[in-house]
């Protein structure tokens, strides 16, 4: 690039400044839409790659193979003496086990205590992941089961400046225990699904605090597996079936292995994995931002393309005096090239000014905390400017440098590069306008479809419902749960308050069990079952189809003290209906099924979606007990009230800190349960609407900057029309026209590429909107009206032109 070319970029960009804005304008803001987005999409996707050799570490997944249970599929957890088991079969195994994580724990700290992210961990922990240390070693200290490691934020918090090495910490979890402070790890950063600021041995004795633990099918824990290379993850996991039939005789049977799996899952792909439903929807949501980041970049690449080999095709005159004058081709192919890179190369730091400067309002519309890494950042624009530069500045180059100075000066050769010219900037805004039109379909559906999850009926009345989390402490003895639970019911603007083992929002227990079918082969369907006191269905309002409820009055819908083997009265849901059989909910009433354990049907209650929109609400069965707060492992509470919420938790809480001041006092409403469920889609709802919202703003300002440049290429034809009669509105249709039917065309490729995407997406959902046609002609019908509006005002000028001053222009 020569000085030459500067000085011919400079009076290029100043003598048309409204094209040069339009330029460089949409092609920064698409820039900036692509960086952001990326931004994203790197961030979603270097999970855990901070951890030394990452890429030795395996999450074990538990892989439920029934097609009946309501846990199909993978799930991070697994029994909580698989890790030992696996020990005893594969001697020198590398491994190690985490039990809670985010508020996992209780620290006492005097008369006060705190809620803190506590994981229990095998001594083996740091073989698995090196945490960087910044005090002590964690190498062999966790093999004292009195040693505890915080993290440089929870030593800030509890000791200050002082020395944190050697200080006492006292922390609850499954019993009370003061350690000791052994090291110091540094704080876990944003892009870590750990949420993790105490470590603590993992107790020698669990199976006592829960029967479940050695229990094949359980899900207590996560197990994570440090293998030397990937040959050797492979040769584990082809053992795992045979593994399982052995080990897993007592509660599978044989060949357990066809009825679950463990599968080895590389710890940096765990992030887009999670339970249930959202792991197809996580990469989903990923995939469709990140192509929205690409396909913006690409209409804004199409649109200054466009507008650029337009415009130059004005420039054949000085081409061809160039030419005139002693230029060779070759040296007006660089200076087309060189003004072209250099263009971008203003364009590119434009966009990197605004992402900068656009940043925090994506992250607070996002709830993300993105930044810039311009290590990064900087040579990816150097290499796209380049590479945009050249596509941009190709065309004209090898265009007008091959124009024969003398058929140019004699205007033989249309300047706007004749029909082969406009047939190709037709076929970039058909490109560029499905792509917009796409964008706008997508938001319609993403719009619609969080909508839609929002207001679903739920099978329970969401609005006057508050849960108490804090009740399933194992520090909390069942007369404490008694005295909360009695002062609870006292308060005035409370009407019902019910213990259970499951609450909105899917905290508490989760179990399964396979229920025999009267008649039928084989153990039958599996069903999701819950453990429920008196008053829970009215506490949550819940719909009873057929049958009657639980009634404490009624010893023999009592559990608490006999053996399922001698028969349970129990409610199930709607769902389970068609998995036991049954046609109509009075069809069922009165039913046994479970031959081993006869469970007899009493009634049939609405379904009650604990879980959001994206997990299917599984077939289930309800048992019950008269007195959850004796009977229950995990109890929860929920408290149908009115009134101010606010006021409803700060009387709880008091109540709380008196009875109960061992334990931080946690109550939310369920609309704060669920909200849970509806962030990450709302977070891509967001986004994308940003993106397409931009997208389509630079597909406006190219058609209205080659609508422009089109009009007035065209103002002596338009002068030559009006001579011989035509109306004002004969030349608006005409240039308006000119413009409708790449437009119009754009649809062949925006609906089917909608479609896929919107499909896929959908997919995600177990509740979900129709993908109905309307989403895609008004999408259209919308694209089309901008375009027409985008147009219309040139147009409407060009109509108003005088004939004689028309035909004198050029």
Same mark, same amino acid.
């Given at each position: 690039m020569n000085r030459f070319a500067l000085l011919s970029l400079y009076r290029s960009l100043t003598r048309h400044k409204l094209y040069a804005a339009l330029n460089i304008g949409g092609l920064a803001i698409g820039i900036a839409v692509f960086i952001v987005l990326g931004l994203y999409v790197r961030f979603e996707t270097s999970y855990e790659t901070w951890l030394p050799d990452y890429d030795k570490v395996y999450l074990v997944q538990s892989e439920w193979k029934d097609e009946t249970s309501p846990l199909q599929g993978a799930n991070p957890y697994t029994m909580g003496g698989l890790l030992d088991e696996l020990r005893e079969d594969f001697p020198g195994i590398v491994g190690t086990r985490i039990l809670g994580g985010e508020e996992g724990g209780i620290v006492q700290r005097k008369n006060n205590a705190v809620t803190e992210d506590v994981a229990m961990v095998d001594p083996s922990f740091f073989e698995v992941f090196d945490l960087p240390m910044a005090q002590g070693s964690g190498s062999e200290s966790l093999a004292d089961p009195n040693n505890v490691f915080i993290s440089e934020s929870a030593a800030r918090r509890y000791f200050g400046d002082k020395d944190p090495i050697g200080q006492t910490l006292t922390i609850s979890t499954y019993m009370t225990t003061a350690y000791r402070v052994a090291g110091v790890f540094e704080d876990l950063p944003a892009n870590?699904?750990?949420?993790?600021?105490?470590?603590?041995?993992?107790?020698?004795? @669990?199976?006592?605090?829960?029967?479940y633990w050695r229990n094949w099918g359980s899900a207590s824990l996560q197990t994570f597996l440090r293998f030397p290379d990937a040959a050797a993850?492979?040769?584990?996991?082809?053992?795992? =079936?045979?593994?399982?039939?052995? /080990?897993?005789?007592?509660?599978?049977?044989?060949?357990?292995?066809?009825?679950?799996?463990?599968?080895?899952?590389?710890?940096?792909? &765990?992030?887009?994995?999670?339970?249930?439903? &959202? *792991?197809?929807?996580?990469?989903?949501?990923?995939v469709t931002l990140g192509l929205v980041g690409v396909f913006t970049l690409l209409i804004a690449l199409i649109n200054y393309i466009n507008l650029a080999t337009a415009r130059a095709g004005?420039?054949?005159?000085?081409?061809?005096?160039?030419?005139?004058?002693?230029?060779?081709?070759?040296?007006? @192919?660089?200076?087309?090239?060189?003004?072209?890179?250099?263009?971008?190369? %203003?364009?590119?730091?434009?966009?990197?000014i605004l992402a900068e400067l656009g940043l925090p309002l994506v992250n607070a519309a996002g709830g993300l905390s993105l930044a810039i890494p311009y290590g990064v950042v900087v040579p990816t624009l150097v290499v796209l400017t380049i590479v945009v530069g050249v596509l941009a500045g190709l065309y004209p180059a090898l265009v007008l440098s091959a124009f024969r100075p003398a058929a140019v000066l004699a205007s033989s050769r249309s300047p706007g590069g004749g029909r082969a010219g406009a047939r190709v900037r037709e076929g970039l805004v058909v490109l560029q306008f499905g792509l917009a039109t796409a964008f706008l379909i997508g938001a319609a559906v993403l719009l619609a479809?969080?909508?839609?999850?929002?207001? $679903?009926?739920?099978?329970?009345? /969401?609005?006057?419902?508050?849960?108490?989390?804090?009740?399933?402490? #194992?520090?909390?003895?069942a007369l404490q749960?008694?005295?909360?639970?009695?002062?609870?019911? +006292?308060?005035?603007?409370?009407?019902?308050?019910?213990?259970?083992?499951? %609450?909105?929002?899917?905290?508490?227990?989760?179990?399964?069990?396979?229920?025999e079918l009267p008649g039928v082969e084989g153990s039958?369907? *599996?069903?999701?079952?819950?453990?429920?006191? =008196?008053?829970?269905?009215?506490?949550?309002?819940?719909?009873?189809?057929?049958?009657?409820?639980?009634?404490?009055?009624?010893?023999?819908?009592?559990?608490?003290?006999?053996?399922?083997? *001698?028969?349970?009265?129990?409610?199930?849901?709607?769902?389970?209906? #068609?998995?036991?059989?049954?046609? $109509?909910?009075?069809? +069922?009433?009165?039913?046994?099924?479970g031959l081993g354990n006869p469970k007899t049907i009493i009634g049939v209650v609405e379904n009650m979606d604990f879980s959001g929109p994206r997990d299917p609400i599984g077939p289930t069965f309800y048992v019950f007990v008269t007195d959850p707060a004796a009977s229950l492992e995990t109890t929860v509470a929920s408290i149908r009230f009115e009134g101010d919420p606010r006021a409803l938790h700060d009387t709880l809480a008091d109540i709380w800190r008196r009875l109960i001041p061992q334990v931080p006092f946690d109550g939310q409403t369920a609309d704060q349960r669920l909200t849970q469920f509806y962030e990450d889609d709302d977070r891509t709802m967001r986004l994308f609407a940003i993106g397409a919202g931009l997208a389509v703003l630079i597909g406006i300002v190219g058609l209205w900057g080659l609508a422009s440049f089109n009009t007035a290429r065209r103002t002596k034809e338009i002068g030559i029309r009006k001579s011989l009669g035509a109306s004002a509105r004969d030349i608006v249709k005409l240039l308006v026209g000119q413009f409708m039917r790449p437009v119009v065309l754009a649809n062949l490729i925006a609906w089917p590429?909608?479609?896929?995407?919107?499909? $896929?997406?959908?997919?995600?959902?177990?509740? /979900?909107?129709?993908? *109905?046609?309307?989403?895609?002609?008004?999408? #259209?019908?919308?694209?089309? &009206?901008? &375009?027409?509006?985008?147009?219309?005002?040139?147009s409407l000028r060009a109509s108003r032109t005088a004939p004689a001053w028309a035909l004198r222009h050029d």
């Amino acid at each position: 690039m020569n000085r030459f070319a500067l000085l011919s970029l400079y009076r290029s960009l100043t003598r048309h400044k409204l094209y040069a804005a339009l330029n460089i304008g949409g092609l920064a803001i698409g820039i900036a839409v692509f960086i952001v987005l990326g931004l994203y999409v790197r961030f979603e996707t270097s999970y855990e790659t901070w951890l030394p050799d990452y890429d030795k570490v395996y999450l074990v997944q538990s892989e439920w193979k029934d097609e009946t249970s309501p846990l199909q599929g993978a799930n991070p957890y697994t029994m909580g003496g698989l890790l030992d088991e696996l020990r005893e079969d594969f001697p020198g195994i590398v491994g190690t086990r985490i039990l809670g994580g985010e508020e996992g724990g209780i620290v006492q700290r005097k008369n006060n205590a705190v809620t803190e992210d506590v994981a229990m961990v095998d001594p083996s922990f740091f073989e698995v992941f090196d945490l960087p240390m910044a005090q002590g070693s964690g190498s062999e200290s966790l093999a004292d089961p009195n040693n505890v490691f915080i993290s440089e934020s929870a030593a800030r918090r509890y000791f200050g400046d002082k020395d944190p090495i050697g200080q006492t910490l006292t922390i609850s979890t499954y019993m009370t225990t003061a350690y000791r402070v052994a090291g110091v790890f540094e704080d876990l950063p944003a892009n870590s699904d750990f949420r993790i600021s105490i470590l603590i041995p993992l107790l020698d004795n @669990m199976d006592e605090f829960n029967p479940y633990w050695r229990n094949w099918g359980s899900a207590s824990l996560q197990t994570f597996l440090r293998f030397p290379d990937a040959a050797a993850a492979q040769r584990f996991d082809a053992a795992m =079936p045979e593994f399982i039939d052995r /080990r897993g005789r007592a509660n599978f049977g044989e060949n357990g292995s066809d009825i679950m799996n463990l599968r080895l899952l590389p710890l940096a792909d &765990a992030h887009l994995e999670p339970e249930g439903a &959202a *792991s197809a929807s996580a990469k989903t949501t990923l995939v469709t931002l990140g192509l929205v980041g690409v396909f913006t970049l690409l209409i804004a690449l199409i649109n200054y393309i466009n507008l650029a080999t337009a415009r130059a095709g004005l420039r054949a005159r000085e081409v061809a005096m160039r030419k005139v004058l002693g230029g060779d081709r070759a040296a007006i @192919m660089r200076q087309f090239l060189a003004e072209a890179i250099l263009t971008v190369a %203003v364009a590119s730091l434009l966009g990197l000014i605004l992402a900068e400067l656009g940043l925090p309002l994506v992250n607070a519309a996002g709830g993300l905390s993105l930044a810039i890494p311009y290590g990064v950042v900087v040579p990816t624009l150097v290499v796209l400017t380049i590479v945009v530069g050249v596509l941009a500045g190709l065309y004209p180059a090898l265009v007008l440098s091959a124009f024969r100075p003398a058929a140019v000066l004699a205007s033989s050769r249309s300047p706007g590069g004749g029909r082969a010219g406009a047939r190709v900037r037709e076929g970039l805004v058909v490109l560029q306008f499905g792509l917009a039109t796409a964008f706008l379909i997508g938001a319609a559906v993403l719009l619609a479809q969080t909508r839609h999850v929002r207001a $679903t009926d739920v099978g329970f009345q /969401r609005e006057g419902l508050m849960a108490v989390l804090s009740l399933r402490d #194992s520090q909390i003895d069942a007369l404490q749960k008694r005295a909360f639970m009695t002062e609870v019911r +006292a308060l005035p603007q409370v009407s019902q308050a019910a213990l259970a083992n499951a %609450v909105v929002g899917g905290s508490g227990d989760r179990n399964a069990t396979n229920v025999e079918l009267p008649g039928v082969e084989g153990s039958g369907p *599996s069903l999701m079952w819950e453990q429920v006191g =008196p008053h829970y269905f009215d506490a949550y309002g819940t719909r009873l189809l057929a049958g009657r409820l639980f009634d404490a009055k009624r010893q023999v819908d009592d559990s608490s003290d006999r053996s399922w083997a *001698s028969g349970v009265n129990i409610l199930i849901n709607r769902e389970a209906l #068609s998995t036991l059989g049954f046609a $109509t909910p009075q069809e +069922a009433v009165g039913k046994t099924v479970g031959l081993g354990n006869p469970k007899t049907i009493i009634g049939v209650v609405e379904n009650m979606d604990f879980s959001g929109p994206r997990d299917p609400i599984g077939p289930t069965f309800y048992v019950f007990v008269t007195d959850p707060a004796a009977s229950l492992e995990t109890t929860v509470a929920s408290i149908r009230f009115e009134g101010d919420p606010r006021a409803l938790h700060d009387t709880l809480a008091d109540i709380w800190r008196r009875l109960i001041p061992q334990v931080p006092f946690d109550g939310q409403t369920a609309d704060q349960r669920l909200t849970q469920f509806y962030e990450d889609d709302d977070r891509t709802m967001r986004l994308f609407a940003i993106g397409a919202g931009l997208a389509v703003l630079i597909g406006i300002v190219g058609l209205w900057g080659l609508a422009s440049f089109n009009t007035a290429r065209r103002t002596k034809e338009i002068g030559i029309r009006k001579s011989l009669g035509a109306s004002a509105r004969d030349i608006v249709k005409l240039l308006v026209g000119q413009f409708m039917r790449p437009v119009v065309l754009a649809n062949l490729i925006a609906w089917p590429l909608a479609y896929y995407a919107m499909r $896929t997406w959908l997919a995600g959902f177990d509740d /979900r909107i129709a993908l *109905s046609p309307l989403y895609f002609i008004g999408a #259209s019908l919308l694209a089309i &009206a901008i &375009a027409v509006l985008t147009v219309l005002g040139q147009s409407l000028r060009a109509s108003r032109t005088a004939p004689a001053w028309a035909l004198r222009h050029d």
